[in-house]
């Protein structure tokens, strides 16, 4: 061994050694557990990956060669979500095409993928702008088509003028684009492709109990699916035979006080019912409220506004004629796009007849018998008053009674509603997976044959957005003229593109068997590897990607190609790296750090350390390139210790009683912490291993604890413990060798809890075995993140320690 570790030599070497034996090729050995590990697949950007993007993979790889040396058959693949809108304006703004620009980033996040050692399975690559990919989309879109769940409607859409397309409401964050965020949507109304993602609310919103996922991403999707039980109810319009305003509401139990009602001022019978006297009003105010987004509208802090139609509908409860009027928090894609106003149990009616003048009957009292309170609505339930024949009942028993009547008398049901609206994925740009389908003047909508697919996306030097409404492609005559495949005459192909969820939305089956090319997926394959076993990625896509994936595996489940309904029953996020200015990384600001300069001056090992080392695995932070340093210690200090150990004929020897205990205790440490991503604790025992064996003589290390410590080392620092491994005299990968075991009976201490403070106010409790020595306490005091993130930051200041009981931190 050299004198000192050169990661300039060595690095490269075994990756081109591993890449020439084909190490990392995905196994099916019989009597193996299988463990499929699957990180989102990336858009491949210009800017390349930086070193945030390497706080999901390098994490992630570790748990993969863990794995391998655990036993398992491990599925660890890559691939690019190269259709749509980030892959196409990527290549707009540097002013070339996707099919150039895509291949080259692709190869680049391969490359730098590659140099920071992470083993995945490149024979599995996929691409989902390549037609071999694509074919497939286009036959589930065929198959969402047969099963009545995938339809086209008119209706207005959220509209980007940046991405010149139509967005779905998934894709509109805080009223701008989820791609251009200071960029606000406006509507336009188009024909568009939906997906009936609602036909699986129910199933998408009960099945979160049973995956094991982050509290938060659950309480997301929770959120959007938002599930509300109540009735659909309908008041006749006055003056208007066979005109009624359907609603749905959570308390039908209030229907005695409505004294109004609110339409959406997109909803279509404000056209119909409002009176000459009104209408200039009425249709400024539309005009108005349609430029404002979905979140302004339902704003609680914005000023209510709203005019009145002049029109009445009959309050079907009270017989009283009650005004219709139109207001902007009335939206058309929640309910029916109307509602019935209580203001005495509704806080926004309350503040909206308090503006306008409107009557505010109360008709229900608190249930201890007081009276309700005369500046505000009282929204609890309690006691109906005032309410027919509903007083006396509870809430409870009033909301039934009144579904109940409302059955009895045709006026309206118990329902469901729901928050979440169809999935729009139809979008009018060139770079996306083309939409099989041909419309012929006599068979109107008409599916490209199974036989026929891909419907392939042509060449096409222009590719920019229209900005008319409808896509590029209808540019293309040779695209749009086809023939019908049902009466063989003149028909026009639907020149839209699927959105580049859709891609996403079954990649991670393709992976099983990505050379399949007689179907999507093979379905033994499939059965082996799926469902995925560990899923990471981001939080940001809670009610996109991940709501999507959900429901197309629930429609494959039940048109049995798979036999599994939940694609992803493990989830971590990783947390954000943000510069060291505490930004987001981007070209704009030049605050990017790339692996290649960090890989440049410190070595892919040390980097890696230092990823897994600055943070907990899902804590967010920022990036502070000083401290590689002390990785790059760790590591020279390691290859000092064992260049002494070889060079002194590494000698077999018998390890102390204690150094027996120590090396099996930090096996067992550094297993429980992989297995539970966190990282930064098990590199922190490592640490703290390090520094008891490199005081040992070799004689006294031990074969033993010296190769037990390089096994437990190599998912984190592959490079540099390859190199030691031969240099210890084995010729088989370090990385194909059986995970480290520890003896349970060497690991059974009296364990003690160790108060952790910080300036005066304890922040943690460490369980560790009695006698732990201050040095090992302080590291994993440190490690904590309780600890971490009450130190801010703040360097300690002194130590105060009482063996078995208590460490203090002064900041």
């Avoid at 196994?27 to 499929?36: L, Q, V």
């Avoid at 490199?694 to 437990?712: Q, V």
Wanted: a negative charge.
């Amino acid at each position: 061994m050299d004198e000192r570790y050169d990661p300039k030599t060595i690095e490269p070497f075994w990756q081109a050694e591993w890449d020439r034996t084909n190490l990392y090729l995905t196994r099916e050995d019989p009597g193996r557990p299988k463990f499929y590990l699957l990180e989102m697949f990336p858009y491949p950007s210009g800017a390349g990956l930086s070193v945030g993007h390497l706080h999901n993979y390098v994490p992630c790889d570790v748990v993969g060669r863990y794995k391998r040396m655990a036993g398992f058959n491990v599925l660890h693949p890559m691939g690019w979500d190269a259709f749509g809108l980030p892959a196409e304006n990527e290549a707009i703004l540097k002013g070339s095409h996707p099919t150039e620009t895509v291949p080259r980033y692709a190869a680049n996040f391969k490359r730098q993928l590659t140099i920071s050692g992470c083993a995945y399975d490149w024979s599995r690559e996929i691409n989902s702008s390549s037609p071999e990919y694509y074919r497939w989309t286009q036959w589930f879109f065929l198959m969402l088509l047969k099963r009545g769940l995938a339809y086209r409607a008119n209706g207005a859409q959220w509209w980007c003028d940046k991405c010149q397309t139509i967005l779905a409401n998934e894709q509109v964050i805080n009223g701008c684009c989820w791609r251009h965020t200071d960029n606000p949507v406006t509507k336009k109304d188009l024909e568009q492709w939906y997906i009936k993602i609602t036909d699986y609310a129910d199933r998408l919103l009960a099945d979160l109990d049973g995956i094991d996922w982050p509290e938060p991403i659950k309480l997301m999707q929770r959120n959007w699916i938002g599930r509300s039980e109540g009735a659909e109810l309908a008041f006749p319009v006055t003056g208007h035979k066979g005109k009624e305003v359907r609603f749905f509401t959570t308390r039908p139990d209030t229907v005695f006080g409505v004294s109004f009602m609110v339409l959406a001022p997109e909803h279509p019978l404000v056209a119909e019912v409002t009176t000459p006297a009104h209408r200039v009003t009425v249709e400024d105010y539309v005009i108005e409220a349609r430029r404002q987004t979905e979140i302004e509208r339902m704003s609680t802090v914005k000023e209510k506004s709203g005019v009145f139609t002049g029109a009445y509908a009959r309050n079907v409860f009270t017989g009283k004629d009650i005004p219709i009027w139109i207001a902007d928090y009335v939206l058309m894609g929640y309910g029916t796009g109307a509602i019935m106003a209580a203001p005495g149990e509704d806080q926004r009616d309350f503040e909206f007849a308090t503006k306008f003048g409107l009557e505010i009957p109360r008709v229900t009292a608190p249930a201890d018998g007081s009276t309700p309170p005369a500046d505000r609505a009282f929204s609890d339930h309690g006691i109906a008053i005032n309410s027919g024949f509903l007083n006396g009942k509870t809430t409870a028993e009033a909301l039934a009674a009144v579904a109940k009547y409302a059955e009895d008398h045709g006026i309206g049901r118990a329902t469901i509603n729901y928050r979440m609206r169809d999935w729009l994925i139809s979008r009018q740009r060139y770079w996306g997976c083309p939409i099989p389908i041909v419309y012929c003047k006599t068979d109107g909508i008409v599916p490209v044959p199974e036989d026929h697919l891909p419907v392939m996306l042509p060449p096409m030097k222009d590719y920019l957005p229209s900005g008319t409404g409808r896509s590029p492609l209808a540019n293309v005559p040779e695209f749009v003229n086809a023939t019908c495949p049902k009466c063989g005459g003149p028909a026009e192909r639907e020149t839209d593109t699927l959105d580049g969820f859709a891609c996403s939305s079954w990649y991670f089956l393709r992976f099983a068997s990505p050379h399949e090319n007689a179907r999507p997926f093979d379905r033994r394959a499939a059965d082996y590897w799926l469902p995925v076993d560990l899923y990471v990625g981001g939080a940001e896509h809670a009610v996109m990607h991940l709501l999507y994936a959900r429901m197309w595996t629930k429609v494959m489940f039940d048109e049995e190609l798979i036999g599994f309904d939940e694609p992803f029953p493990s989830l971590r996020n990783q947390g954000q790296v943000w510069a060291s200015d505490g930004h987001r990384m981007s070209k704009s600001r030049g605050n990017i750090v790339t692996p290649d300069a960090m890989i440049d001056k410190y070595g892919a090992d040390a980097l890696r350390l230092w990823e897994l080392y600055m943070s907990p695995f899902d804590e967010a932070t920022n990036w502070n390139e000083g401290g590689i340093a002390g990785p790059l210690r760790f590591i020279q200090r390691m290859w000092t210790m064992l260049r002494r150990y070889i060079d002194s004929g590494s000698p077999a020897g018998n390890p102390t009683e204690e150094t027996l205990k120590r090396t099996h205790k930090t096996i067992q440490l550094v297993t429980d912490h992989i297995d539970r991503l966190r990282f930064n604790t098990a590199l922190a025992a490592m640490m703290d291993h390090l520094n008891y064996i490199a005081k040992l003589k070799p004689t006294e290390m031990g074969r033993f604890a010296t190769e037990s410590f390089i096994l437990l080392l190599a998912p984190m620092a592959p490079h540099v413990t390859e190199e030691i491994w031969r240099a210890l005299g084995h010729t088989n990968s370090i990385h194909l060798e059986p995970w480290p075991k520890f003896d349970p009976n060497l690991v059974r201490d009296e364990m003690v809890t160790v108060v952790v403070q910080v300036n005066g106010k304890v922040r943690d409790r460490l369980e560790v075995p009695a006698g732990t020595p201050e040095t090992e306490v302080r590291t994993l005091a440190l490690a904590s993140d309780a600890v971490k993130r009450h130190l801010d930051g703040k360097p300690p200041k002194k130590f105060i320690f009482i063996k078995d009981k208590m460490l203090s931190i002064v900041a």
